[in-house]
């Protein structure tokens, strides 16, 4: 096996290979930074390049694509308030209102660092473990996805700040968001209105972005004219650069949140989206040290996010070469690249082609080490946009906004829904209702219902179903646990009063 | 706040009641003995109503307590304050509705060229150099990256206007 790894190595660090791995993760962490692209676009506008290259310098260049963009999608998140990707709303949350507290280049190198620390976590995993994982995730029927999905949404107590009443409206909301458009199972047609827009459902990108960005600018346009936006002031990468105690004194969370990620990554239509939210939920609700500063940017929250989000890329890429099945919408794309290089990714693939997947291991490997001189190149040019006028710069994040919703289709429908989030996010935040349950909600409703279907379909309607596995029973025990213990601990955030 | 507060979540009862209503079609929908597609929505929003009605129950109590207390005294600044914020909100959502609503008659260039200049305006921004150069600079950047490099065919209006915008994309 060394010899297999060895060889791959020889085999990346090729000239034209290692000039594929800057260019890829180069590109990746713009298309992740910028709102109007997202990772899986990323991927998708590399492949026609892919034709013409050799099939490990192609897969080189699509995982520095596919880790750049994880990583870049926390840039914009921490400086901007505008999520790059969908997995880093929890980011956002909790690393822009740091940025805001004036600490932005802490906040980019927690990022950071838990980032790269996580990704490599996942791939060292993902070398490890690999048919361990894989037989695991295969164990996933509806049953669990939905216990994993309620487990997801009991952590609504932890994002609720003062009030619990008012975190589980968010949440229901977002529950009910999740509904609209046509039914997974009977293809019926649910709250369209006969409109062709919300047939689809709605697309959580554009809820986001209007019920988190634009709601932002539109409560910042409240106070009074500054020249600059003072909240993010850069005061040098170096001098914030956070001490190693600060990694100690979250250990759990270091530990935890990277095996959360390379878990929920390897579940065959996860992600890194629900990844960053599970971690940062169970971060909320664990959390021992300042639990009430979860939404107004805690540390714990922002590096539990991004351990997790990174890590889900080594577990989405292992049940990917050892199944064959898509752990996320990327790797999903993925497919079509191992289709093009006349490659089949499942069990086979490591004894028909090994130097592939033990390159990919090793590209991974060594993508996530370039990435941190790399982010710290697009960060540099990221902050310099610091420095424009306070008015253009809001302006300028309201078009990406729009750009962001109105790249999905090409269609203005989508900015029109958006602007509705907006007005909706504003009133959210007007009357201290988080946004945070609801996006968690919308993320994980269709997930939870389907699944829910799916397992009284396959048990003739008993619910008993739901606890008729160790996994099942031991989610749904973790989020019954998760919401009662805080009602027991503080009664007073039921009343939301 | 406590008067906004009751008509926010009024609102939202009547909205989740209007929902919950729709939702009874879509509950006799379905083969018997099998799950439907009404039942999930029906409890989020069920569950939604509920909520939202206790929180209005809460903020009429809250109100009736405060009113009882006696009203606390504002001063003119504070209100003159008030008054600007929610002016100035106000103008930036017509604002970026307007951007929206007009940018596939005039394109995406003139569209996002004039909504810089107004929301500049609007947020206060009087610097005159600011108010001629961002909104072209910004411009040519936002076109430079997302129409010419990553190619998203933006509206480009009708008549004159998409004769225009094919001049850039």
Known sequence: ???????????????????????????????????????????????????????????????????????????????????????????????????????????????????????????????????????????????????????????????????????????????????????????????TFDTVTLLGGINFVVAMVGLLAVSEIFIEAEEPFKEYKGGVQYKGMLREFPPFSLFRSYLLTMIRSPIIGTIVGALPGAGATIAAFLSYGEAARTAKREPEKFGKGAVEGLMAAECANNASTGGSMTILLSLGLPGSNTTAMMIAAFMIHGMQPGPLLLSTRPDIVYGIFVSMLLTNLLLLGLTILAIRMFLELNRMPYSIFSAAIMILCVIGAYGLNNNMDDVLLMFAFSLIGYAMRKFDIPVAPCILALVLGDMAELSLRRSLLLSGGSPLILVSSPISIVLLAGALLSIVYPLIKKPKMLQGL | MKKGEIVFFAACVAFFGFMLFETFDLLRQGRPGEVGSGLWPFMALAVSMLLSALMLIASIQKSIKAAGQGAQEVTAEANAEKKRARVTVTLSIVCFLAYILVMPWIGFILASLLYIFVFALVLGERRRWVLAISPVLMTAVIMGVFAKFITIPFPKGIGVFAEFSRLFY
């Open chain 1, 1 to 191: 096996m060394l010899d297999h790894y060895l060889q791959a190595l020889a085999t990346v660090l090729l000239p034209q290979n290692l000039l594929a791995m800057v260019l890829g993760s180069l590109w990746g962490l713009l298309a992740g930074a910028l709102p109007g692209i997202s990772t899986s676009m990323g991927v998708v506008l590399l492949l026609s390049f892919t034709y013409s290259l050799s099939p490990m310098t192609a897969f080189v260049l699509l995982v520095g694509a596919y880790l750049g963009g994880i990583t870049g999608g926390s840039i914009t998140s921490i400086l901007f308030g505008i999520p790059g990707e969908p997995s880093s709303v929890p980011t956002v949350i909790e690393g822009h209102a740091i940025a805001k507290q004036g600490r932005p280049a802490f906040a980019l190198w927690v990022y950071l660092l838990c980032s790269i620390y996580g990704g490599l976590f996942s791939v060292i995993v993902m070398i490890v473990a690999t048919p361990l994982i894989a037989s695991f995730a295969l164990k996933f029927g509806p049953p669990e996805y939905f216990a994993l999905t309620v487990l997801g949404l009991s952590v609504v107590s932890g994002l609720s700040g003062g009030s619990m009443l008012k975190g589980f409206i968010s949440c229901f909301f977002g529950l009910f968001l999740a509904t609209i458009g046509t039914d997974g199972i009977t293809g019926e047609e649910r709250y």
